[in-house]
T-cell receptor
């Protein structure tokens, strides 16, 4: 079945460091890809998404490009802030196969130190 | 205005009890979901409702029964609670299925003693 694999955490960075969180997927159809963020004690919020190959999603300085050839959707940010500390989830939605539910990776906890 | 709300935020109960978690969305969406997040933060879909009809039930024990009185509400009732049911439960909604964004509630932390 469809699945999402993302890098294990926790990831600890200093403020203004470059961030990459790797995400790869397996899907039989043509999934849409998402990054969700969960701040401490809160629910998930959509950070960015891409719905087809070569699309780039971006928001709040974060970017991810839908790479069909490598089945990847890595999250990047050029300069992280303390306020970016959260758990980041990569997810796919394959409405052709799984009736549209989101399949999540296991989450990567990011801690940014001042 | 809260888009997706859940009550209660925290729920502590004894094994064997029956409890309910309520979810409401004011976004006018036609699809609602329940997810379970375990202690390692892993999220898994439990149920999905589209226009009040169940469309997903991902091998959840039948002690869990979702109820959707209307398309703005999706409640989760759990019978005979077990220790392993301790988790954070998230409600979410979306307009349609597939590539659309899902909006999540703040979660309900259930602790079974």
């Amino acid at each position: 079945g469809d699945s999402v694999t993302q890098m294990e955490g926790p990831v600890t960075l200093s403020e203004e460091a470059f961030l990459t969180i790797n995400c790869t997927y397996t899907a039989t159809g043509y999934p849409s890809l998402f990054w969700y963020v969960q701040y401490p004690g809160e629910g998930l919020q959509l950070l960015l998404k891409a719905t087809k190959a070569d699309d780039k999603g971006s928001n709040k300085g974060f970017e991810a490009t839908y790479r069909k050839e490598t089945t990847s959707f890595h999250l990047e940010k050029g300069s992280v802030q303390v306020s970016d500390s959260a758990v980041y989830f990569c997810a796919l939605s394959d409405y052709g196969g799984s009736q549209g539910n989101l399949i999540f990776g296991k989450g990567t906890k990011l801690s940014v130190k001042p | 205005d809260t888009a997706v709300s859940q009550t209660p935020k925290y729920l502590v109960t004894q094994m064997g009890n029956d409890k309910s978690i309520k979810c409401e969305q004011n976004l006018g969406h036609d699809t609602m979901y329940w997810y379970k997040q375990d202690s390692k933060k892993f999220l898994k879909i439990m149920f999905s409702y589209n226009n009040k009809e169940l469309i997903i039930n991902e091998t959840v024990p039948n002690r869990f029964s979702p109820k959707s009185p209307d398309k703005a509400h999706l409640n989760l009732h759990i019978n005979s609670l077990e220790l392993g049911d301790s988790a954070v439960y998230f409600c979410a909604s979306s307009q349609g299925r597939g590539s659309t964004e899902q909006f999540f509630g703040p979660g309900t932390r259930l602790t079974v003693l």
